[in-house]
């Protein structure tokens, strides 16, 4: 028999004793004759009872009936909702009943045997902390009805799941201390689809940013642009210690926070936003945010909001900024930058990498053009795995295409044939010998032409003496050597000037001289004919030579 | 004894060269040669305990240097003393005389009896 059923019997059985005891007592209370009295009596009171006990009995069916009817609707409504559903029995610990979706959200199965599935198996596998379900029963035992925010929940592959929690204690025709527990898993629901326009920009922020002004200006005007009551930080975050440098502040926020230059490092209080962003790589509301104050360097401003939203800004499948957002209580899916009270933007990792990526951008830009002025490329040779890594300026000495994966092979296409075993050779023969690469050799081009390139290399060695790598540089000397062999040429042939002035013009002429110095001692040794035939083939020889001068100079 | 080699591609150098030599007083044998590889053969024959050499440089096919060289090859710089007798003037020539112990005296061309005395009296 149910309990609401034993109310009109006990009305029945109390009303009938105190028929059947009220012949007795009557008659000492009333003067009356006692046959009078207990036939009047007894119709009378069967008939109270029995038209009271059928009253009262239609009235408890029906609002029995009422209430049964309101928790099947109530049930098999959330058998169908988005949330995973759960009605708990705190009393037994045990699920009475639940929805596909909870199994879903839980990621367990739940199984036939209802009485094995409850938060106490829960806390038994570990998938929620038995605190979190302490706090859940004493709210809900408090207050009736209470909500969770952000739970870690870790389902059965493993992962870290966020859920957000709703307990509330129900009314039940069967069951006593039954509650009812909405789960909602917000890992997804965070996503960046469900963001408000505002937070949307936020995320695009990454695609804006050009420069390092350009990623300072953004930020400078995401904040001065929003209401007047707005307060805006932007923060790089030191990973080592957690600490917080402020790099710019929106007028506002200066006038709030009792900033200065010697404060302008501090700490704030985590709220899970920077790990949870880091880990699930996806948005992090905090509804709760409590007692984060600003305590460094004197620094003691109550960070007075409530709810945070932090966005992880994602590039190459990797967390490389957070953009946080603290506030008081608002729907961050809703929200209108106009409805922001306060803001703070944790550009993170993000402005560090951009602060060395724009440097190195800078600094390889710099080293392409310097490289390409001086035609003058870098390489290195990987001995371990036998690869070749060249900078661009070497594509472009060699007069390859930039996607050609440079390796020995293509190296060789550019080498004369008959300097190829001889460059390899001298490349290997100073590895080995633990010598500077020091090599000047010609290269051919596709269409013939003819380069010249010096070549310098130095090798790193492991501590056994093998060759690691050799890092070197190649510079296209091809004016310089079209100069010297320039040089060379027009040198070879002023000595070959100076060689006929020395020895073949210098021969005749000696001749002459000594023919006429020695006259007096050979004119009885010779005759005039032969001296003048010999002076005549003399005259002829220094002309030719003179022609021969006249015609390399000329040249 | 002592052998006189003139040795000149110019046979009025070497004429020139012998007068010369005749002028300042020497009486012995003057052996002429015209191309430096006769005198290589004739220096692979040489029994003389001493050879002067009247030698000019710039000569086709064998010049003055290679015979030098050829001397030091066959170890005959003992017995031998060059004197070399040459149109050309280049510094170069006469620093490079220089380096070979053999080479006693260097003479530019014209030759004259006064040049070649001092050799032809030691």
Redesign the interface.
Same mark, same amino acid.
């Given at each position: 028999m149910k309990r609401i059923h034993k109310i009109p019997l006990t009305f029945f059985i109390v009303g009938s004793i105190w028929i059947l005891l009220s012949d007795n007592l009557e008659p000492l209370l009333l003067n009356i004759s006692p046959f009078q009295v207990q036939y009047f009596q007894k119709v009378k009171g069967i008939f109270f009872i029995l038209i009271s006990t059928g009253i009262l009995f239609f009235l408890i069916k029906s609002y029995e009936s009422k209430i049964l009817e309101e928790e099947i609707l109530y049930r098999s409504s959330r058998k169908h909702i988005h949330e995973g559903y759960i009605l708990y029995e705190t009393d037994k610990s045990q699920v009475f009943e639940y929805n596909p979706t909870a199994a879903k959200i839980l990621g367990i199965n739940i199984g036939s045997e209802k009485t094995e599935m409850g938060l106490q198996h829960l806390i038994q596998l570990k998938k929620i902390n038995q605190t979190i379900i302490n706090e859940i029963e004493y709210q809900i035992l408090l207050y009736g009805k209470y909500k969770f925010q952000n739970i870690e929940f870790i389902d059965h592959k493993g992962n870290v799941k966020l859920i957000n929690l709703t307990g509330e204690k129900i009314r039940s025709l069967n069951k006593s201390n039954l509650i009812e527990l909405i789960f909602e898993d917000v890992t997804e629901l965070i996503s960046k689809d469900k963001l408000s326009k505002f937070a949307l920009e936020l995320y695009s922020i990454e695609s804006k940013i050009n420069s390092e002004h350009d990623f300072i200006q953004k930020g400078l005007d995401l904040t001065e642009g929003m209401a007047e009551s707005n307060l805006a930080f932007l923060l790089s975050i030191n990973e080592s210690d957690n600490s917080f440098e402020v790099l710019e502040l929106s007028t506002k926020a200066k006038s709030i926070v009792n900033f200065s230059e010697k404060n302008k490092v501090f700490q704030i209080a985590s709220n899970g936003g920077l790990d949870n962003c880091l880990k699930t790589q996806k948005p992090f509301i905090n509804n709760n945010l409590k007692s984060n104050k600003l305590v460094k360097n004197e620094l003691h401003s109550y960070f007075p909001f409530t709810k945070s939203i932090a966005i992880p800004i994602i590039e190459n499948n990797k967390v490389v900024a957070i953009v946080e957002i603290a506030n008081k209580d608002v729907d961050y899916g809703a929200l209108d930058a106009m409805q922001i009270q306060a803001f703070v933007a944790v550009f993170w990792t993000m402005l560090k990498k951009k602060h060395s990526d724009l440097q190195l951008n800078y600094q390889r830009k710099l080293l392409q053009e310097a490289e390409s002025i001086a035609k003058l490329g870098s390489w290195e040779y990987n001995h371990l795995n036998e690869t070749l890594y060249w900078s661009e300026e070497i594509y472009k000495i060699f007069e390859i295409d930039e996607f050609v994966e440079p390796n020995e092979e293509v190296f060789n296409s550019r080498i004369l044939d008959e300097d190829k075993v001889k460059v390899k050779q001298a490349f290997f023969g100073m590895v080995e010998n633990q010598k500077q690469y020091f090599l000047i050799h010609p290269l051919q081009m596709p269409d013939g032409k003819i380069k010249f390139v010096e070549e310098r290399g130095k090798t790193e060695y492991s501590a056994d003496g093998k060759p690691i790598k050799t890092i070197g540089t190649c510079l296209d000397i091809t004016n310089k050597q079209l100069l010297i062999n320039q040089l060379e040429s027009q040198n070879k042939q002023l000595s070959e000037i100076?060689?006929i002035q020395?020895?073949?013009y %210098?021969?005749p002429?000696? %001749?002459i001289?000594?023919?006429i110095?020695?006259f007096d001692?050979?004119k009885d040794?010779?005759s005039e004919e032969a001296m003048r035939e010999?002076i005549y083939k003399s005259a002829q020889e220094i002309d030719n030579i003179i022609k021969k001068i006249n015609e390399k100079t000329n040249n | 004894m002592t052998t006189t080699l003139n040795i000149d591609d110019?046979p009025?150098?070497l004429?020139?060269a012998n007068?010369?030599i005749r002028?300042a007083g020497f009486q012995g044998e003057i052996m002429e040669f015209e191309n430096g590889q006769d005198v290589i053969n004739y220096l692979d024959k040489i029994t003389a305990d001493q050879v002067l050499l009247l030698l000019d440089?710039?000569m086709p096919n064998i010049s003055g240097w290679d015979i030098c060289e050829y001397i030091i090859e066959k170890k005959l710089d003992e017995k031998v003393q060059i004197v070399i007798i040459?149109?050309?003037?280049?510094k170069l020539?006469k620093i490079k005389a220089a380096n070979y112990p053999f080479i006693t005296g260097y003479i530019?061309?014209?030759?004259?009896?006064e040049d070649v005395k001092p050799f032809i009296a030691s």
């Open positions: 100076a060689q020395s020895h073949e %210098r021969a002429v000696a %001749r001289l000594g023919l110095e020695s001692s050979i040794k010779i010999v | 110019d009025i150098a004429f020139l007068n010369a002028s440089i710039n040459t149109s050309s003037i280049s020539d530019t061309k014209p030759i004259h009896m």
